[in-house]
């Protein structure tokens, strides 16, 4: 049975990961989840709620819905229960749980939900078929996933470039893929979903547009970035200096006369 360990989360667990997917969550809220809305009484799955950062906006837009989240980090579960009682939502219920062996009846959900889980998995497919079986018949899975291949910006610079695909070849290294988002259709459809639409959602940042720089390229990016120092470094896939630079690169790409572009896929399929 194909697990997904805690280990494998190429972000870490630190502190400021947690307030990097904070930051992701509230900067992006409009733009990823204003139209996920789930009628009163509807029982939602969330799968892979970390820390809770997507958990309480779902818990906002749909406020008498029954949301049952699950993860496999005990760790950012606790989190997760934290923030939201610090927000006042109630209509949550956490628990631990592997995505690959849920212990949930057949037919269980009425909508199932996956954010930012799949780039992690070696296996995405065989996760939404696990998906699949617990939800009801006519139900919906809403699948959310970024594309690292969809990123450009500017000034780019070798550095920047070089440190950034190092990113990219970190995940692939632990079993990831963060190039998953322009997969999400085919996913969807491999999984045994109907009725599918994908709309890509884009992000992007100039200084005419400072709470994206600062909330999106500074806060999410870069420390998203970052976060894979040790382990690119390490691997051997890029040098500690022109990772700097390349750091360095991209916070340029956040001032005066920078720009970053990059694109979300939000896919939705029936059972």
Same mark, same amino acid.
């Given at each position: 049975m194909?697990?997904?360990?805690?280990?494998?989360?190429?972000h870490?667990?630190?502190?400021?990961?947690s +307030?990097?997917?904070?930051?992701?969550? #509230?900067t992006?809220?409009?733009?990823?989840?204003?139209?996920?809305?789930y009628s009163?009484g509807?029982?939602v799955l969330?799968? /892979?709620? /970390?820390?809770g950062?997507q958990t309480?906006?779902?818990?906002?837009?749909?406020p008498?819905?029954?949301?049952?989240?699950i993860?496999?980090s005990?760790?950012?579960?606790?989190?997760?229960?934290?923030?939201?009682a610090?927000?006042g939502?109630? #209509?949550?219920?956490f628990? %631990?749980? #592997?995505?690959?062996?849920?212990?949930?009846?057949?037919d269980?959900f009425d909508h199932?939900?996956?954010?930012?889980?799949l780039e992690h998995?070696?296996?995405?497919?065989?996760?939404?078929a696990?998906?699949r079986?617990v939800?009801?018949?006519?139900g919906?899975?809403? %699948?959310?996933?970024?594309?690292?291949?969809?990123c450009?910006f500017?000034p780019?610079?070798?550095a920047g470039?070089?440190?950034?695909n190092?990113?990219?070849e970190?995940?692939a290294?632990l079993?990831?893929?963060?190039?998953?988002g322009r997969?999400?259709?085919?996913?969807?459809?491999? +999984? /045994?979903f109907?009725?599918?639409?994908v709309s890509?959602?884009?992000?992007?940042?100039?200084?005419?547009?400072? =709470? !994206?720089?600062?909330?999106?390229v500074?806060?999410?990016?870069?420390? !998203? %970035?970052e976060? %894979?120092?040790?382990? +690119?470094?390490? !691997? /051997?896939?890029?040098?500690?200096?022109?990772?700097?630079?390349?750091?360095e690169?991209? =916070?340029?790409?956040a001032a005066?006369?920078?720009?970053? #572009?990059? !694109?979300f896929?939000?896919?939705?399929?029936?059972?």
């Amino acid at each position: 049975m194909p697990s997904l360990k805690s280990h494998d989360y190429v972000h870490g667990y630190s502190e400021r990961e947690s +307030a990097r997917l904070n930051d992701q969550a #509230n900067t992006l809220e409009e733009l990823l989840h204003s139209d996920t809305k789930y009628s009163p009484g509807s029982a939602v799955l969330e799968a /892979g709620c /970390g820390i809770g950062a997507q958990t309480v906006i779902l818990s906002k837009n749909s406020p008498k819905a029954k949301i049952t989240s699950i993860d496999i980090s005990e760790e950012s579960l606790n989190l997760a229960k934290e923030r939201a009682a610090r927000d006042g939502v109630t #209509n949550v219920e956490f628990r %631990v749980e #592997n995505i690959f062996d849920l212990p949930f009846e057949d037919d269980s959900f009425d909508h199932v939900f996956v954010c930012f889980v799949l780039e992690h998995l070696k296996e995405p497919v065989k996760a939404l078929a696990s998906l699949r079986r617990v939800l009801k018949t006519g139900g919906t899975i809403t %699948v959310i996933e970024g594309d690292h291949g969809s990123c450009f910006f500017h000034p780019e610079t070798e550095a920047g470039v070089k440190t950034w695909n190092s990113l990219v070849e970190v995940q692939a290294r632990l079993g990831g893929d963060s190039l998953i988002g322009r997969q999400v259709y085919p996913l969807i459809k491999q +999984a /045994g979903f109907s009725d599918i639409t994908v709309s890509p959602r884009m992000v992007y940042s100039d200084s005419s547009r400072p =709470h !994206m720089e600062e909330g999106f390229v500074r806060r999410t990016i870069i420390p !998203m %970035v970052e976060g %894979v120092r040790e382990s +690119a470094t390490g !691997m /051997g896939i890029i040098d500690t200096d022109t990772f700097d630079r390349g750091i360095e690169d991209l =916070h340029r790409t956040a001032a005066e006369y920078g720009t970053f #572009n990059y !694109m979300f896929f939000k896919g939705v399929g029936r059972k």
